[in-house]
């Protein structure tokens, strides 16, 4: 038994810092709930728990990963839409690589040594909900932590306090 709990003490040390919200639109109304820690850490994760929330409405991810970048994960049928808020994020971080290469985007991990931080993927990934792609523009060319983002996100899209309250909640 000892092993064990030793081996989750690891992969809780492995996690980035952050937190994951799952937003559901239902019936005109917002509702964020917080997902489990391992959607910081792989994309099928997160897509998994997103297509389990099985809603009428709409229903996406926002994934903060160290406050460092953002996720906008979007579950369709013909596979997830996606947004990566910094491309180069992929050199230290597998969820940003997983995104990157789930976009099929032609982008070399040698590559993004020397470059400044770049968006990835589609701009539009929410904008039949509420943010339109040049307001994510705007959002991502400020140069603010993901956390105060992705709060700029929900801010625009009216689920600001919803957002709030869940990450007040979590032990982060």
Do not use: H
């Not at 994020?89 to 993004?112: P, Q, T």
């Amino acid at each position: 038994m000892g092993a064990q709990r030793a081996q989750a003490k690891k992969q809780a040390a492995d996690l980035p810092d952050g937190f994951g919200i799952a937003v559901v639109r239902e019936e005109g109304k917002w509702r964020c709930t917080a997902m489990r820690r391992g959607a910081l850490t792989s994309l099928t994760a997160a897509e998994t728990e997103l297509r389990e929330m099985r809603s009428a409405g709409a229903v996406f991810g926002l994934l903060d990963v160290d406050d460092e970048f953002f996720v906008i994960v979007r579950p369709a049928p013909a596979g997830a839409r996606l947004f990566l808020s910094d491309a180069t994020a992929a050199l230290e971080y597998d969820i940003a690589a997983e995104v990157l290469e789930k976009l099929d985007a032609d982008i070399e991990l040698d590559d993004l040594e020397d470059e400044d931080p770049f968006e990835e993927g589609d701009l539009g990934v929410l904008a039949d909900v509420g943010l339109p792609e040049a307001v994510l523009s705007v959002i991502i060319a400020d140069d603010d932590y993901a956390d105060e983002q992705l709060s700029r996100i929900a801010q625009e899209m009216g689920f600001g306090d919803e957002l709030s309250a869940v990450v007040d909640k979590l032990d982060r």
